[in-house]
């Protein structure tokens, strides 16, 4: 069984400022797949990044950074030059098998306010 | 893009009802699942669903909840003798096979009265 932690309930950052959102996991699998989602208060699950374990370069997608430390099993989210539309939960997740039994492990998510 | 549906968006039904709540998944994607949140909580795993049957279920998903994928487009989630602690977002994902990104829907939210 895997397990995937965010100690931090919440966090807040400046518009246009840079945050990191930090997650932990625990999987016995030497192969995995680590996901952040965010959740808007609509309550959509909009997938940000993708990581596969195996690969050494950490992941990016545009203003959206991974530091995916696999010795220390940590995923953070890195976000740059923050913006409004930012603010929502943020889910870490963990899958670990492929196929028909590859389901989701989440954390228990982290409120991400952004001011103005 | 193509997403996945998720029918109705809110659910009203009164305790001991019976409640069927429907997805279409994206048209070629052969795996299927259910999650469900609790308000205020984590997304939990209810049931993974592959080649028309089910591949994987979670302690949750007791003998009251069932799913089903009637006719090659809708996957839906059933339960009967629904209680009040059913209440939650229920969220249907899908992926185009087990390495690739589940995408899901935008939920269902149930209230059980």
């Known amino acids: 069984a895997q397990t995937v932690t965010q100690s931090q309930p919440e966090m807040s950052v400046q518009e246009a400022e840079t945050v990191t959102l930090s997650c932990t996991y625990d999987?016995?699998?030497?192969?995995?797949?680590l996901f952040w989602y965010k959740q808007p208060p609509s309550r959509q699950m909009i997938l940000v990044i993708r990581q596969e374990a195996y690969k050494q370069q950490n992941a990016t997608e545009n203003r959206f950074s991974v530091n995916f430390q696999k010795a220390a099993k940590s995923f953070s989210l890195k976000i740059s030059d923050s913006q409004l539309g930012d603010a929502a939960m943020y889910f870490c997740a963990c899958q670990t098998a492929t196929g028909a039994n590859s389901k989701l492990t989440f954390g228990k998510g982290i409120t991400l306010s952004v001011r103005p | 893009e193509p997403e996945v549906t998720q029918t109705p968006s809110h659910q009203v039904t009164q305790m001991g009802q019976e409640v069927i709540l429907r997805c279409v998944p994206i048209s070629n994607h052969l795996y299927f699942y259910w999650y469900r949140q609790i308000l205020g909580q984590k997304v939990e795993f209810l049931v993974s669903f592959y080649n028309n049957e089910i591949s994987e279920k979670s302690e949750i998903f007791d003998d009251r909840f069932s799913v089903e994928r009637p006719d090659g487009s809708n996957f839906t989630l059933k339960i009967r003798s629904t209680k009040l602690e059913d209440s939650a977002m229920y969220f249907c994902?899908?992926?185009?096979?087990?390495?690739?990104?589940?995408?899901f829907g935008d939920g269902t939210r149930l209230s059980i009265l």
């Open positions: 994902a899908s992926s185009g096979d087990g390495y690739q990104p589940q995408h």
């Open positions: 999987t016995s699998e030497s192969d995995y797949y």
